[in-house]
């Protein structure tokens, strides 16, 4: 038996984005398994891994089972100390910790007014005003901690960590949601939108799953923004 990570619909489930991108991303030793959100699939997958009620949702080799992506990263970065899930640098794990608990419990408006939506990029959307808060906290602590900690590369406290991972639906929402953003959550943007793990996510979010009329908009639509679209934002 090998670790088992139960998903569901790559292009609008934000939460198995994550540690699915995670575990390819740093070619963790866990198999995937999908079922489309609100069909009969999920429940019957999820009944493989109580008592989880959600995705995603992890089954180690010895059966255990853990729900909530933030702890699920966490055991994945205890199961793989090798792997460099979190900062090596200890006030640099520290911060990328807090990032990535802020994300879990934070966003709330921005999470609920843009609902992951890969498949479908909007143009012109009347959402600028009701998530310009969580869009100024973002620029706010990403700017920090690349001051801090990444003035060699894109990502937040380093080398890509947890913390990346759990912005990288974030990513997709302003690129999909036409948001306006200021200069250091537009060069973030690009970096995921450039990152090959992210684009292979996207293109399975493109291939996998059944149309979800539920993620529908009525906004005017364009095409998917290239990384260097954003830094022009
Ligand atoms: N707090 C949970 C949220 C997980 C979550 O809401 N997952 C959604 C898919 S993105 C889900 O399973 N929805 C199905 C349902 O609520 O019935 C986590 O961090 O893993």
Redesign the pocket.
Known sequence: MTHILAL??PA????????GLLVQRFGLPVSLTFAD?YTSD??KM?AEFAP??????LKLEDGTVV??????AEELASRFPDAGLWPQDTAARAHARGLTAEM?AGFVVLRDKCP?NLRTTYANTPLQAEVQADLDRLEDIWGRARDRFAADGPWLCGPYSIADAFYAPVAGRIAGYGLKVGPVSAAYTAAHLADPAFRAWREMGLAQGPHQATYDRPYPQRSWPEPADLNQS
């Open positions: 569901a619909d609008h489930s934000s939460w198995s984005m994550r540690i959100l999920f429940p999820l989880a009620r959600t995705v995603p949702a729900c909530e992506s933030l702890a699920i879990h992951m």
